[in-house]
């Protein structure tokens, strides 16, 4: 029993680590770009682009219903322009408010630093729940507190997401107004964040109820 809930719990910690670190490093990768060809059209870039300018993504939905195709992108295959809506798109917009902008980004860096170290937390608990399962150490009050402070950090984790994505939201209503589309929110932190935590807070009340129940039992024995 006890192998099978290692191996449960390694599965576990490599599945978060790897949903945390592949979208990291996919964003490292389109923010950095394909470096031979910027330097290759760099004079063409710096008509277009200003590396030194506010660069945001933002969601985006369009302002007539039904949905109508304003814009267009080419497909090699046919070689003509095909019909495109647009749902979100990164701009870099040179003659945005600096002070402004950055005082957003800060906020979201802060906001992600916290949501990094209440991860951080979360994952040493969980270490210290496994070691204690495996030491036999189940219904206890440590465990219910352990399982209690998961619970609550990834709930924290999830609501700083959405901090985070508002800060985001209102700095593109700021900065942004587009012809035929409304800036918007259409992706939204993932609920199994907050599925997680509400479950951790489940199992820790059913540990308390077991616990409860061992004692009973053993007074009256």
């Not at 590396?51 to 080419?74: C, E, G, H, M, R």
């Not at 593109?172 to 993932?190: D, G, L, R």
Request: include cysteine; glycine fraction near 6%; charged fraction near 15%.
């Amino acid at each position: 029993m006890k192998k099978k809930f290692n191996i449960l719990c390694v599965i576990s910690i490599v599945m978060g680590v790897l949903g945390i670190v592949v979208p990291a490093v996919q964003g490292m990768i389109l923010s950095t770009g394909d470096k031979e060809n910027w330097d290759k059209n760099a004079k063409e870039l710096s008509t277009s682009f200003n590396p030194k300018s506010a660069t945001s993504a933002v969601q985006l939905w369009p302002k007539t219903f039904p949905l109508l195709f304003n814009d267009s992108i080419y497909n090699k295959r046919t070689g003509e322009y095909e019909p495109m809506m647009l749902n979100a798109v990164v701009v870099n917009s040179p003659k945005t408010d600096k002070m402004k902008f950055a005082a957003h980004t800060i906020g979201i860096s802060v906001l992600g630093l916290l949501a990094f170290v209440a991860l951080a937390v979360c994952l040493f608990f969980f270490f210290k729940i496994v070691m204690a399962v495996n030491r036999g150490e189940i219904f206890t009050n440590k465990m219910e507190r352990w399982l209690n402070v998961c619970g609550i950090l990834l709930i924290v984790d999830y609501v700083i997401e959405w901090a985070m994505l508002l800060i985001l939201y209102f700095q593109n209503k700021a900065i942004f107004e587009f012809a035929n589309y409304n800036v918007v929110v259409t992706q939204m932190p993932s609920l199994t964040i907050l599925l997680a935590g509400m479950g951790t807070l489940l199992i820790a009340q059913i540990f308390a109820i077991g616990r409860r129940m061992k004692e009973e039992q053993e007074l009256t024995i």
